[in-house]
């Protein structure tokens, strides 16, 4: 039983947040699940991450391309579920650095979803709508009276709240002219490398003050009244519901097959969409129905890691994320070739998830990043190792394998994995650390078991 | 196709977002394009003339000069019908010839399959750049994905070459297939095998290609660049993918285009011309795609999703030359009064290049049986 809530407790930390190290592991483990649960929902008991000790270390703030820096609050957080929210959002959201080449704009970006991510959907909506960084990258500030813009309305609609099939493009034109005049203070100067913060700005000179009708309402309509309508339509929260389900859960096809192909779990749906008109439209109480699901409780290993997941998950098993070290950028690097450039999804659409994270490209950079990291002098490899041993002497070739099995996750694996390793352990005999010699051969044999538990397919699962 | 003796090889080069057509091969001569785009268009003054009524963007200028050496044909009005509008929709659509279901096959890949049935070389599909298309993904078909060609290879980390060969041999074993484990397991296994494959061979790209051609710094010359080297490497390759990104181009579209096409038409014609100085021209063609055209009128800076696109067929066994008709430019014409009407369907450029040019049976590939073209130098 022991063992299952360390399990559990994993499982609901690496989803919920983005791993924990074996300590924080045990010690959230002794503690009641709900309770985990409420702590995470509450980012505000605990301390946020120590913004000036990044700024002193490397000489990040807001002007930066923030990869790095997200990198390093995911990992070191002590609010994982405010910013894997962050993380949610931007992907749905999905708003690049490719075309605005702005970081002040878009690390802001990501500073609301943190503010705002688990309130009610309208504020988050109104936030997204009345965000710099969003406003340049679909163009709502050429969104003017008389030459609509459709950008921004359309991908609220079809990709940022209801979906394809739940509105018609006349729906969709009436949704880009209410947001005519939503615009920002200045126009972003690219170049010279010009930091300014830009904030929203209404421009009732360019607004279309006239009546349209949307889903069935009519009046003069505002961006307000838009998301106000949008919000009370019962494909909203189905729709977002979904997009948490495949973030959280387990992955799910892709957003364009939703509206063809039926959730996988359609009572989860259910359950969250419930909570949500209950809640009146807060995420918060979306989230806690969904963490507390044995949908959610079951579905262990069900999901790809996406690259940051993999990235900080391996950050925190070899326990090198607590220092700020000159390099971290590398990080950024890693998670960018894996398929996942932060702050720079390919398309608004966000980036493919499950499944699509791998392809041979993206396997060889996820593996061998993994295997590099994993290196014998590490605090978290060395921790690894002596919780190997426990103070034996020497350890047989199965409970090798099980025990770093354990340790690295827990990682539940298949015949295949097991039996691969067990060879290796075979092999090499086990551990030993009776003589300095043997002990000396039986760490790089140790850390040579976890390189290669990394390595394997299970440890590509979430 | 006979040729040099090669086996004929394809390039599809994805231009993502919605390349803008009409600005691209214009009607510079027409009114009712002036008309609609009375802030986002070529001027008539501006533009490379082919005839009396089309002419390509100033800034395909090296497009241009492929097209007067007849090796470019120009695709023109590429769509289907009710074109949808969303670009990761159409996109599906394009990578999948399933305009009404969702398609769960691609047609690169089924291409693939029919190439390589016993799937003898994981190389005979090789996506450059990062994420695999769509268009190249069916369930058991092997394809190649390599994000960067110089550090392709597993464990690589591992100096020791024998604590390395050790590790490798757990790595197989750890993805050796197994049945029922489920899709995912069963596609990293694949996968994962694939890798330790595909990188073997591909060591030889890098290792032994030369060239006097100069390619730009930007990312489809270096993604083309990619493609000769694997090319020339002579892996058997038969099917190459790549993407050109940034073409939604709802904004800025007059100084962002450009841009995009400069580097595109750039990158082009360093290719070709690295492929004839490697004597191995006369078995490539390329395929350019987009997912849509743009709308009719501009909104201003930029254009909105619309139909209607076009593409291009290159190689220098290509009989250049204008394919399809160029959409209806007249008002009343205008699809839903707003969009360019299309005139060819995108699956018939398919089947033209599948049948054509790879010898392969089209119509279990791409859904059906639809019309084709011409655009292929016949043998001699």
Known sequence: MADGRIALTAHLLRRAGFGATREELEEAAARDYEAVVEDLLHPERFPEVDEDVMGRYFGWDITTLGAAPWLYRMANTRRPLQEKMALFWHHVFATAYSKSEHPVTLNRQIDTFRRVGMSDLPTILLELSRDPAMIFWLDNNENHRGEPNENYGRELLELFSMGVGNYTEQDLKMAARAFTGWTFTQPIPLYPHGHYQSSFVYDPEAHDDSEKSFLGETGRLTGEDIIDIIARQPATPRFIARHLYNFFVADEPQVPAWSVEPPRDPDAIDAMTAAYFESGFEMRSVLRVLFNSDSFKNARHRKVKSPAELVTGILKLVGTHRFPQPGFEAYAEATKMMGQELLNPPTVEGWHTGKEWIDGGTLNERVNFAVNEVAPDKPGVQSFIAGLTSGKTSLPPDEMVERSLDLAGPVAVGKETRAGLTRFAETSGGLSFATEEESSLSTAKAARMLQLVVASREYQLA | ?380
């Not at chain 2, 082919?50 to 497009?63: E, K």
């Open chain 2, 1 to 380: 196709m006979e040729g040099n003796g090669k086996p004929p090889v394809l390039v599809v080069l994805q231009l993502s977002g919605g390349n803008d057509f009409m600005n691209t091969v214009v009607p510079y001569t027409n009114p009712a394009y002036h008309d609609a785009r009375p802030l986002v268009r070529v001027k008539e003054e501006e533009a490379l003339a082919i005839d009396d009524t089309l002419a390509f963007h100033p800034s395909a200028a090296p497009l241009k000069d492929l097209y007067d050496r007849g090796t470019v044909a120009v695709v023109q009005g590429v769509g289907y019908p009710n074109s949808s509008r969303s670009h990761f929709r159409a996109m599906d659509i394009m990578h999948t010839c399933e305009p009404v279901a969702l398609g769960t096959e691609g047609w690169v890949g089924r291409a693939i399959r029919e190439l390589d049935p016993k799937k003898e070389n994981v190389l005979t599909g090789v996506n450059l750049g990062r994420g695999l298309p769509r268009a190249m993904s069916v369930p058991g078909v092997p394809v190649t994905s390599v994000g960067n060609l110089d550090s392709y290879g597993l464990l690589t980390g591992i100096s020791e070459e024998r604590q390395r060969e050790e590790a490798l041999d757990t790595f197989k074993s750890m993805y050796s297939p197994a049945i029922g484990s489920g899709p995912v397991m069963e596609y990293l296994a694949q996968t994962g095998m694939d890798v330790l494959t595909g990188a073997d061979q591909l060591k030889a790209a890098p290792a032994t290609y030369e060239s006097d051609v100069e390619y730009a710094g930007n990312a489809i010359a270096g993604s083309l660049r990619d493609v000769a080297r694997v090319h020339t490497a002579g892996l058997g390759t038969r099917i190459f993918y790549v993407q050109h990104g940034g073409y939604d181009t709802h904004a800025n579209e007059m100084p962002d285009h450009p841009v995009l096409l400069s580097d595109l038409s750039g990158a082009i014609m360093d290719f070709m011309q690295d492929l004839r100085d490697h004597d191995a021209s006369d078995e490539v063609a390329i395929l350019v795609f987009t997912e849509f055209g743009r709308r009719m009128r501009d909104n201003g800076t930029g254009t909105d999703h619309g139909s209607g696109g076009g593409a291009f067929v290159i190689g220098d066994r290509v009989a250049g030359g204008l394919y399809a008709e160029y959409p209806p430019l007249a008002p009343e014409q205008w699809l839903n009064g707003e969009d360019l009407r299309h005139t060819y369907d995108f699956r018939g450029l398919y089947s033209t290049v599948l049948e054509q040019w790879l010898s392969l049976e089209a119509a279990p590939i791409v859904n059906g049986q639809f019309e084709q073209i011409r655009p292929f130098v016949e043998a001699a």
